[in-house]
């Protein structure tokens, strides 16, 4: 026998009841009183024990017991005892024990075993009060998310108080589940946005990510972004229903006395298809569980888990449901003064494959399949391997295991070591076989399910084709019945006619025989149909006395097992009678064969079930293939106290998808990924009759409002707290929903909540050694450059340098990005005809840009392709855009470059136009509208410049090719900056199957090329790791470490000696696993190799001391070269200046000269007629020549001056005193400009425009 602690029992319901332990103690000497002693023991189990065989020696030393399990079913009379269930087929369940008498006490001796439990199948149709209850409380069971996984990240913003939708103040939330019966589970949750929801709107946004679904009212929210109705979710065939319930509502409690609501009203109904669990086709949600929902709204925490609209949902291929989640956010109200806000998110999953399954990053889903593929394998027959193969396998398995290196003789076993050897090597064996026992089991165990859903199945076909059978043999009877009726209505009319020939003839002698006749037709048509009628009731009531003994088999069969009696655990003699029994029950198993044998109609029964069997397995095989492609729905709804206008609602519900996608959703095409923001900030009334059924208000006169918004500015607070709370609402629907059994005995499991915790905790920590942190300190400051000016040697260096960076898959080999494969390029170029350009511009040092340039197909100017636009937030340009939109056509080159190029990138393709797809009279062939893309690199390029012209454009156009995209500093991505990092170009593709329009298969390449200048640090995530943020407290770690170490005393660093002695306590505290004996000392090459450790460790600190004053002088050269390059400059524009006034001074001169010629007295001027004007016409231009010849010459001078000896100048010359307190004031303006740039690069989001 094995032991009750190394049994497994069988799956099942919480409910169900594990073997019991085979060895209880035995103390009596007694046979009686010792089987008397297990069968009370077993019945603590709930088990019954029967007694089939003993047996005794001679000297009574030794008893042999044979014993079975019955869990108190109820048996037919053809079947022995064993395992029941009503109606169930004979399993076997048995012990062989031995009582072995030692002389002080009685051993129990384990004998062969097979313990054959199948997992209790319920044999109800109908609904059970009782089920329900203990699915409820085995649901009441789970946590949420944030109990599971305490040290889950799920977001910087603190939750609500509730954790909940109804955080959101005024928000009204319930939840009602249905089950009228066992094949229905489905329900219905309501959302009240305030109290007052039918007289004040508030303002409200819908995004749709895959429109595969339904929301009523969706027009009216977009029309006028107002929400006054409630927001119900429930299934798909409940729609009309819901919208019913709503106007029931409506019209009890906001009619006029005439009949007519106060206002208008479209109600909002979301729905989600429930149809592999519930019965959906019942529909059994009805406009009064709407009307119910809407009286019971309160604030309290939502129910989540298999609640509401959620009961029947699935979510990744497990049990999904309704989830919840709010974020709170600091802010500031109208007048200023802090005002927190709180968004909250309800969610209804119902969507979702079990491979793309994350959570908190780690790819749970993918894990959880390849355990259960594991167990699978391990559960598969192994009766085919030898013993010799699978010690082989054994010990390949503990040779691969990973080993750390040892000193040399310390690897020799001792005699106690290969002992305990021998010991595992015999506990393996034991294992093995257990396992085989339990394999063995196991199948049976799925056997004996089959059969008993076979055997269902099959009772189920008997069932209806006995009700077909009935109804036609009551169509018949009714058929029967017309026809006696017609019958006899024709014999009364006979009747009447010959009555009224026989009044109307006069007496004749043959009147009496005449009169016969119709006396004996009028008799005998009774009489047929009183035979008639005696028959019919008669094959009726046979019937009916058949279905009555089939429908009281159970008490029969109760009377039978009563008759025979339950053999006596203390009387032998009963145990023989109950072998006998057994024997009966054998044979009348054989004559009932004998009879289904000779009986042709169980041959069209077997026949018949072996058809149903085949649609069944069919049936489970096209099931189980439809529920991994389908995908399903989601629907979000997103409340906040934030005054918001009907534009940021929608901005809001779009960001849902950052949370959804985390979880790992997709937006497959049958997916109806619908989602709902609203805001309670505002309150916005609604056009409303008086009593007399008029208008309140008047339509036609204008009206301001007095309405709030929060600025556009300050809003990214609320965005991440809407991604946030939609992720972890989605985690709490999974893990709150229980495992459901439902229509068609559809199971669907909930998340292993342990297995998750493992998942977690074991990708955190880790199987292989862990690395003990000591005290260490990294300063590698990023790499400055010391070249202020253009250096081609230092491009070229960067150049070289990106060149030998690596794509994301030679990176991380190992990193998991999906399950379609990369094209041959791994590029967009994978596309068959699309062409690709990249250029990067450095025309100066201060200026980092680029094109990049994409040709949808080379024949793009007369070709057009299909193609769309999504916005997923607009604060970027694209050119181009509405053209596509209204249209679906793409007829132009795809440039992307920084944002001050976009009128130059226009420029361009329009000028490649005219000159290669023009006529000859000089007019474009066709229409055409650029489409330009802009991101801004004003951080890191000088974006004013205006680098990029037309030409560039040009030459991109025509230089684009197939070649793989030149990725990182490339093209228009040259300048971008992407999570606080250097960011840029980017582009892979994917390979996906398929076929043509004829039918043969054709596989089509997905290709993607993206410009990355967004996101902040912390938000970084690889593979969902969350490398923004361990990088930054990496960084964080180093600072403190760094400041800790400036700021300590020589007092504390002489302290720094006993550091040794606190590391030795440390690793002494440390776990340890135990060794052998003699093998924790330290040998004389330990002792050595921890002298040389320590006289490392003192060299890195004086080399990290020495590389500290090195860089504590390069920053001081460097803040020199700066303050020397920012004087020259200045010096620069003050020469500058002087000149211009110089210059202008010259002018005024000769304007002077001229003046005063112009007025000297004529008469001069004619007695010097013949010298005078000629000596001025030539003096003139010689003094002007003369000036500026001498000028240059004073230049020449100051500058050697300047040169030479400026600091003699600068001490001599006043001037130098107000060139060094501009300088100063420079220089603080420059460092005040620096602090402002590193602030507002943290704050910066940037932009992201992605291909």
């Known amino acids: 026998m094995e032991d009750a602690t190394t049994h497994d029992s069988p799956p099942g319901p919480p409910t169900s009841v594990s073997c019991p332990n085979p060895d209880p103690p035995l103390t009596s000497f007694d046979r009686l009183d010792l089987l008397k002693a297990l069968k009370k023991h077993t019945a603590s189990y709930g088990f019954k024990v029967t007694i089939l065989r003993t047996k005794t020696r001679p000297n009574g030393e030794i008893y042999r017991v044979l014993l079975v399990c019955d869990r108190g079913g109820r048996p037919k009379p053809s079947q022995s005892r064993g395992i029941r269930n009503a109606k169930s087929t004979k399993t076997d369940c048995k012990w062989s024990s031995v009582l072995l008498h030692t002389g002080t006490e009685w051993l129990h001796v384990p004998g062969h075993s097979v313990h054959n439990h199948p997992p209790p199948l319920s044999f109800e149709p109908r609904d059970s009060a009782r089920s329900r209850a203990e699915a409820r409380r085995a649901a009441s069971t789970r946590v949420r998310i944030r109990a599971v996984l305490p040290n889950l990240f799920l977001g910087a913003w603190p939750p609500g108080p509730k954790n909940s939708l109804t955080d959101v103040p005024g928000v009204l939330v319930s939840t009602h589940s249905l089950h009228p019966m066992w094949t229905v589970n489905t329900g219905v949750t309501c959302i009240l946005p305030r109290k007052e929801w039918f007289s004040e709107a508030c303002h409200a946004g819908i995004f749709r990510f895959n429109g595969a679904g339904e929301m009523t009212g969706s027009h009216w929210i977009a029309e006028t972004g107002l929400l006054n109705s409630p927001i119900i979710i429930t299934n798909t065939l409940a729609v009309g229903d819901a919208v019913r319930g709503v106007y029931e509502y409506a019209v009890e409690h906001y009619s006029t006395e005439g009949g007519e609501l106060k206002s208008f009203l479209l109600p909002v109904v979301a729905e989600t298809f429930d149809g592999y669990l519930s019965d959906i086709c019942k529909m059994s949600v009805k406009s009064t569980d709407i009307v119910r929902s809407i009286n019971e709204a309160s604030d309290a925490p939502v129910k989540e888990g298999n609640s509401g609209g959620g009961t029947g949902m699935i979510c990744h291929h497990w049990k999904g449901g309704t989830g919840s989640a709010s974020r709170v956010v600091p802010g500031q109200d109208a007048d200023g003064e802090p005002k927190p806000y709180t968004v909250g998110v309800l969610v209804q ?69 290969q002992q305990h050897h021998q010991t595992q090597q015999r506990e393996h064996q034991m294992q093995q076989e257990e396992r085989r026992q339990q394999q063995i089991i196991e199948q049976q165990r799925q056997q004996i399910i089959q059969q008993e859903q076979e055997h269902m199945l099959f009772q189920e076909q008997q069932q209806q084709r006995r009700q077909q059978e009935r109804q036609q043999e009551q169509q018949q009877l009714q058929r029967e019945q017309q026809q006696l009726q017609q019958e006899q209505q024709q014999l009364q009319h006979e009747q009447q006619a010959r009555q009224r020939q026989e009044q109307q003839q006069p007496p004749r002698q043959e009147q009496p025989q005449q009169g016969h006749g119709p006396v004996q037709s009028s008799v005998d048509a009774p009489q047929i149909q009183e035979n008639q009628n005696q028959e019919r009731p008669a094959e009726e009531g046979s019937g009916m006395e058949l279905d009555d003994d089939e429908e009281n088999d159970d008490d029969d069969d109760d009377d039978d097992a009563d008759d025979a009696g339950d053999a006596d655990a203390g009387d032998a003699g009963d145990a023989g009678d109950a072998g006998d029994a057994g024997d009966a029950g054998d044979a009348a198993d054989a004559g009932d064969a004998a009879d289904d044998a000779d009986d042709p109609q169980s041959a069209a029964d077997a026949q018949i079930q072996s058809q149903v069997l ?25 409340a906040t106290d934030a005054p918001l206008t009907p534009t940021q609602c929608e901005r809001l519900a779009k960001r849902a998808t950052v949370g959804f996608s985390r979880v790992g959703g997709c937006g497959h095409n049958p997916s109806g990924d619908l989602f709902l923001a609203f805001s309670t900030g505002n309150h916005v009334p609604v056009q409303t009759l008086a009593m007399d059924g008029s208008d309140a208000f008047d339509s036609y006169k204008a009206k301001a409002l007095k309405l709030e918004a929060v600025d556009d500015a300050g809003i990214n607070g609320l965005f991440e707290a809407a991604a946030d709370a939609t992720e972890e609402a989605i985690y709490n629907s999974i893990v709150m929903a229980d495992s459901m059994e439902g229509f068609k005995r559809r199971r669907v499991e909930g998340i292993p909540v342990q297995k998750l915790k493992d998942i977690i905790v074991l990708l955190h920590t880790g199987t292989e050694w862990l690395h003990v942190p000591g005290h260490s300190v990294h300063n590698h400051p990023p790499p400055l450059s010391f070249e202020p000016r253009d250096s081609a040697k230092s491009r070229a260096e960067a150049r070289k340098a990106a060149s030998t960076r690596v794509r994301i898959r030679a990176v991380l080999p190992d990193l998991f990005l999906g399950a379609w494969p990369p094209g041959p390029k791994n590029s967009l170029t994978d596309v068959p005809g699309v062409l690709v350009s990249t250029h990067s511009l450095h025309p100066m040092w201060t200026v980092n840009t680029g094109v990049t340039c994409i040709l949808p197909r080379k024949e793009w100017f007369s070709e057009a392709c299909h193609a769309g636009i999504f916005r997923f937030n607009g604060a970027g340009e694209m050119t181009g855009s509405h053209w596509i939109a209204e249209t679906g056509l793409l007829n132009s080159p795809i440039i992307i470059t920084n944002t001050l190029a976009v009128g130059d990138a226009v420029r361009g393709v329009y000028e490649y136009a005219v000159e ?62 992407c999570h606080h990092w250097k960011g840029g170009t980017g582009s892979a593709s994917r390979v996906v199957p398929g076929q043509d329009a004829d039918g043969e298969p054709n596989p089509y390449t997905v290709g993607v090329l993206v410009q990355a200048n967004y996101g902040k640090a912390a938000h970084l995530r690889i593979g969902g790791v969350p490398v923004g943020r361990i990088l930054l407290f990496q960084r964080e770690q180093e600072q403190a470490a760094l400041l800790q170490r400036d700021e300590q005393s020589p007092q504390q660093e002489g302290q720094q000696a006993s550091r040794p002695q606190q590391a030795q306590q440390q690793q002494q505290s440390l776990p340890r696993v135990p060794l052998p004996p003699g093998q924790l000392s330290f040998n ?34 460097i803040q020199q070269e700066q303050e020397h390059m920012l004087f020259q400059e200045q010096q620069q524009q003050r020469r500058q200046q002087e000149r211009q006034q110089e210059q202008q001074q010259l002018q005024h001169e000769q304007q002077a000269r001229r003046r005063q010629e112009q007025q000297q007295p004529p008469r001069q001027e004619q007695q010097q007629q013949g010298s005078g004007p000629v ?18 010459a004073e230049e020449d001078s100051e500058m050697e001056l300047d040169d030479g000896d400026d600091d003699a100048d600068d001490a001599d010359d006043p001037q130098s005193a107000a060139d060094a307190q501009i300088q100063s004031q420079v220089l603080d303006q420059y460092h005040n400009w620096q602090a402002h740039v590193a602030a507002h690069k943290e704050r910066k989001d940037g932009m992201r425009a992605s291909r």
């Open 614 to 638: 085949d649609q069944y397995r069919n049936w489970q095989a096209h099931l189980a293939a439809h529920k991994e492609r389908k995908d399903g729905s989601i629907i979000v709804i997103i």
């Open 1084 to 1117: 004389a090459q330990q002792q050595q190799h921890h002298q040389t450790q320590q006289m490392e460790h003192q060299m890195q600190q004086q080399e990290r001391r020495q590389q500290q004053i090195i860089e504590q002088q390069r920053q001081q050269i």
């Open 1175 to 1192: 000596q001025s016409s030539v003096n003139a231009p010689q003094i002007q020549e003369n000036r500026t010849q001498e000028r240059p």
């Open 349 to 417: 999953a119902n969507y979702g494959k079990a491979a793309h399954l994350r959570i908190g990053g780690v790819p749970v889903g993918r894990i959880l399949l390849y355990q259960r593929d594991q167990e699978q394998a391990a559960l598969l027959p192994r009766d085919e391997q030898s013993p010799q193969q699978e010690g082989q396998q054994a010990q390949q398995q503990q040779q691969s295991l990973p080993r750390v290196p040892l000193p040399p003789g310390q690897l020799s076993f001792n005699a106690q070591q």
């Open 916 to 977: 290669h797809h023009s006529t000859e009279g000089g007019e474009l062939k066709s229409f055409m509208i650029p489409v330009v893309a802009e991101t801004f690199d004003g951080y890191l390029s000088d974006i004013c410049k205006m680098t990029v012209k037309s030409t560039d454009i040009v030459r991109s156009i025509n230089e684009a090719t197939d070649e793989p995209v030149k990725e990182g500093n490339s093209g228009g991505g040259t300048g971008m900056i």
